[in-house]
């Protein structure tokens, strides 16, 4: 069965610092990717994807995530973190035609 | 529509009575997905519909939750006689594949009270 794994419940960063989100992932195939992240009182909106190529895949805000086959992992991070990425970031994975999620990762950055 | 819709927004309800929450999705979206999150946790997934058949019902947590969808657009997920653990965010998503992810709406906040 497919699984998604984020390790830390939070994550503390100093505004200016580099960031990374971990993600861990268990499932048959090549998997399919993605992050996501959610604001206080929104819903969830979509980050980046992983599907062929690249290890290194770039999205929205900066953020961008390396896809790692051996230690399937795939963390997010950024070079530098801003007070505005603070917010909850989901990793998911797919599996025939539906999305798993990780339980969440709380970014705080602090001024 | 340019997104998902989803409706109400906010929905307060007394334990025991019946509630329908609706989702409209992205035109073209053959794929709708129903989530549920409690208290900023993690996605719990309830229900996946292709079209307007439902090939997975497994999350649904209890005969209480029942959903359709009509016309291969707007999905309603109904909860009858509701109990204080169905408060959460009902979040519904659409995709054209998964490859593309999904578009998700701002949820519906159910409190029960």
């Known amino acids: 069965a497919q699984s998604v794994a984020q390790p830390e419940d939070q994550v503390n960063v100093a505004e200016g610092n580099p960031l990374t989100v971990k993600c861990t992932y268990s499932?048959?195939?090549?998997?399919?990717l993605f992050w996501y992240v959610q604001y206080p009182n929104r819903g969830l909106q979509f980050l980046l994807k992983y599907i062929t190529g690249d290890n290194l895949v770039k999205g929205s805000y900066g953020f961008e995530a390396e896809f790692n086959k051996s230690q399937t992992s795939f963390h997010l991070k950024k070079p530098s973190a801003l007070v505005s990425d603070s917010a909850l970031y989901f990793c998911?994975?797919?599996?025939?035609?539906?999305?798993?999620f990780g339980g969440g990762t709380r970014l705080m950055v602090k001024p | 529509g340019a997104g998902v819709s989803q409706s109400p927004s906010n929905k307060v309800t007394e334990k025991g009575k019946d509630v329908e929450l609706r989702c409209d999705p992205i035109?073209?979206?053959?794929?709708l997905y129903w989530y549920r999150q409690s208290l900023g946790q993690g996605l719990e997934f309830l229900i996946y519909?292709?079209?307007?058949?439902?090939?997975?019902k497994s999350g649904l947590p209890s005969d209480r939750f029942s959903a359709e969808r009509t016309g291969g657009s707007v999905s309603t997920l109904t909860i009858q006689r509701t109990q204080q653990e169905d408060s959460a965010v009902y979040l519904c998503?659409?995709?054209?594949?998964?490859?593309?992810?999904?578009?998700f709406g701002s949820g519906t906040r159910l409190t029960v009270v």
């Open positions: 499932v048959s195939g090549n998997p399919y």
């Open positions: 998503a659409s995709s054209r594949t998964v490859n593309y992810g999904y578009t």
């Open positions: 519909f292709q079209g307007n058949s439902a090939p997975d």
């Open positions: 998911a994975v797919n599996y025939g035609n539906m999305l798993t």
């Open positions: 035109s073209g979206h053959t794929a």
